[in-house]
T-cell receptor, first 113, second 113 residues
Framework: GAGVSQSPSNKVTEKGKDVELRCDPI?????LYWYRQRLGQGLEFLIY????????KSGLPSDRFSAERTGESVSTLTIQRTQQEDSAVYLC???????????FGPGTRLTVT | DQQVKQNSPSLSVQEGRISILNCDYT??????FLWYKKYPAEGPTFLIS?????DKNEDGRFTVFLNKSAKHLSLHIVPSQPGDSAVYFC????????????FGGGTRLMVKP
């Protein structure tokens, strides 16, 4: 079946612009996660959704970052006024429930120039 | 402060030999550990996991060992195959509402034919 998909696969943006990253989880998965991986580093947890609710936003790096999820499906991660340090691969994962294995998408590579 | 560490950024092994990837953690609240494998331009894929109530879990050529007193786990691959060449991430979760994963920095495994 279809896995987790993310779009765009690559995004180059100028510093100061806003970007929106999209994640389509596996159908029926109630839990959805956002991670990012900066160059040469491990994956860093950002935020998770249980259904449409994000109970804990403390993992978001700054108030320029926000995320939403509608209809227990698609999620968008928005970064406002991008900075060069936002350059990373942003990975989305979904799981049937919170305590189940997470399935990852291919990621969106964001480059802020 | 990194709670999950993979101290070897890379490892090179001859085909047919054993690959041993190591991971250390500091948070004693972690109770579930996973290994993910990542190919370039793809998201991480789940490989094997272990609960803190066990000290060993085996799945085919892959075995994960957990030493709770040392806060150390390792992944053994035997025999190693060229297709195993990838970046391997150790991840941990524990007693948090979102089952968020904390990842290590990854180890790049190269299996030479």
């Amino acid at each position: 079946g279809a896995g987790v998909s993310q779009s765009p696969s690559n995004k180059v943006t100028e510093k100061g612009k806003d970007v929106e990253l999209r994640c389509d989880p596996i159908s029926g998965h109630t839990a959805l996660y956002w991670y990012r991986q900066r160059l040469g580093q491990g994956l860093e947890f950002l935020i998770y959704f249980q259904g449409n609710s994000a109970p804990d936003k403390s993992g978001l790096p700054s108030d320029r970052f926000s995320a939403e999820r509608t209809g227990e499906s698609v999620s968008t991660l928005t970064i406002q006024r991008t900075q060069q340090e936002d350059s990373a691969v942003y990975l989305c994962a979904s799981s049937p429930g919170l305590m189940d294995e997470q399935y990852f998408g291919p990621g969106t590579r964001l480059t802020v120039t | 402060d990194q709670q999950v560490k993979q101290n070897s950024p890379s490892l090179s092994v001859q085909e047919g030999r054993i690959s041993i990837l190591n991971c250390d953690y500091t948070n004693s609240m972690f109770d579930y550990f996973l290994w993910y494998k990542k190919y370039p331009a793809e998201g991480p894929t789940f490989l094997i996991s272990i609960s803190s109530i066990k000290d060993k879990n085996e799945d085919g050529r892959f075995t994960v060992f957990l030493n709770k007193s040392a806060k150390h786990l390792s992944l053994h691959i035997v025999p190693s195959q060229p297709g195993d060449s990838a970046v391997y991430f150790c991840a941990a979760s524990g007693n948090n509402a979102g089952n968020m994963l904390t990842f290590g920095g990854g180890t790049r495994l190269m299996v030479k034919p």
